[in-house]
């Protein structure tokens, strides 16, 4: 079921038409309107590098449509298995998923979890990716070269996530924050970490404005995801005072 100006992924092919009640039409851009993720991670960290916490993941758009569609016809469980990522669903519980039904809404996906071995402890530091397992794990453009234009939705991803360290460490050091963006608007790739007493905030908003490049602009992407990789693959370095 789609909601209100929200078209199948199959309907999108750049420019739609506007029927208006009298008869007349208009062309209209079908990606004016974004889809989006966006996850929020609130987590405690203890000193033996155990992990616990929540995550929220909100879908809206043509995103919230592919979800419940892959929703339906199959179990929680299997569900849960394909969205979760792999290296939390031995440590996930009280899975839950709100508007399931409404297509009118935003799509919610919620549970907890609590993870073991979160984070390498050497000594009286503490190392750690800044996303912890939301960080991109590959990129999805690994050829050299490509042939043929690059299909995709337009989108904003956005993930936050709010941790609180173990008592007595502080940041270290953390990775810098950056600005990236595409040529002519197209994209763009925010990151940036906040740390105040033994609290550690780390934000990215990752945007791209256009559903299709050439094969020309291949090596383009390709290098902006690369950079995204990099960052968040970069640690934070927390160390006992």
Same mark, same amino acid.
């Given at each position: 079921? &789609?909601? @209100?100006?929200?078209?199948?992924?199959?309907? /999108?092919?750049?420019?739609? !038409?506007?029927?208006?009640?009298?008869?007349?039409?208009?062309?209209?851009?079908?990606?004016?309107?974004? $889809?989006?993720?966006?996850? @929020?991670? !609130?987590?405690?960290?203890?000193?033996?590098?155990?992990?616990?916490? &929540?995550?929220?993941?909100? /879908?809206?758009?043509?995103?919230?449509?592919?979800?419940?569609? $892959?929703?339906?016809?199959?179990?929680?469980?299997?569900?849960?298995?394909?969205?979760?990522?792999?290296?939390? @669903?031995? /440590?996930?519980?009280?899975?839950?998923?709100?508007?399931?039904?409404?297509?009118?809404?935003?799509?919610?996906?919620?549970?907890?979890?609590?993870?073991?071995?979160?984070? &390498?402890?050497?000594?009286?530091?503490?190392?750690?990716?800044?996303?912890?397992?939301?960080?991109?794990?590959?990129?999805?453009?690994?050829?050299?070269?490509?042939? /043929?234009?690059?299909?995709?939705?337009?989108?904003?991803?956005?993930? $936050?996530?709010?941790?609180?360290?173990?008592?007595?460490?502080?940041?270290?050091?953390?990775?810098?924050?950056?600005?990236?963006?595409?040529?002519?608007?197209?994209?763009?790739?925010?990151?940036?970490?906040?740390?105040?007493?033994?609290?550690?905030?780390?934000?990215?908003?990752?945007?791209?404005?256009?559903?299709?490049?050439?094969?020309?602009?291949?090596?383009?992407?390709?290098?902006?995801?690369?950079?995204? @990789?990099?960052?968040?693959?970069?640690?934070?370095?927390?160390?006992?005072?």
């Amino acid at each position: 079921m &789609s909601a @209100l100006n929200v078209l199948p992924a199959r309907a /999108y092919n750049g420019q739609g !038409r506007m029927i208006k009640p009298e008869g007349t039409s208009t062309e209209i851009n079908l990606y004016n309107n974004h $889809s989006g993720q966006n996850y @929020l991670l !609130r987590g405690e960290l203890t000193a033996d590098g155990v992990l616990t916490g &929540s995550i929220s993941h909100k /879908y809206t758009g043509l995103e919230a449509l592919e979800a419940r569609k $892959s929703i339906e016809g199959q179990s929680l469980e299997n569900y849960t298995n394909a969205i979760v990522p792999q290296e939390l @669903l031995d /440590y996930t519980h009280n899975f839950k998923i709100e508007n399931k039904e409404d297509s009118e809404e935003f799509l919610l996906e919620t549970y907890d979890f609590e993870i073991p071995q979160a984070v &390498s402890v050497v000594g009286d530091k503490m190392y750690m990716a800044p996303l912890l397992f939301l960080k991109l794990g590959e990129n999805p453009y690994n050829r050299e070269t490509r042939s /043929y234009p690059v299909d995709q939705e337009t989108f904003v991803h956005a993930i $936050s996530v709010n941790l609180k360290l173990p008592e007595g460490y502080t940041v270290e050091t953390a990775p810098e924050a950056v600005k990236m963006a595409l040529p002519n608007g197209l994209g763009t790739y925010f990151f940036t970490t906040t740390s105040s007493g033994n609290l550690l905030n780390v934000m990215v908003r990752f945007t791209l404005n256009k559903p299709q490049f050439p094969a020309e602009d291949y090596a383009v992407i390709k290098d902006f995801y690369n950079q995204r @990789l990099i960052k968040e693959n970069e640690k934070v370095v927390l160390v006992k005072t």
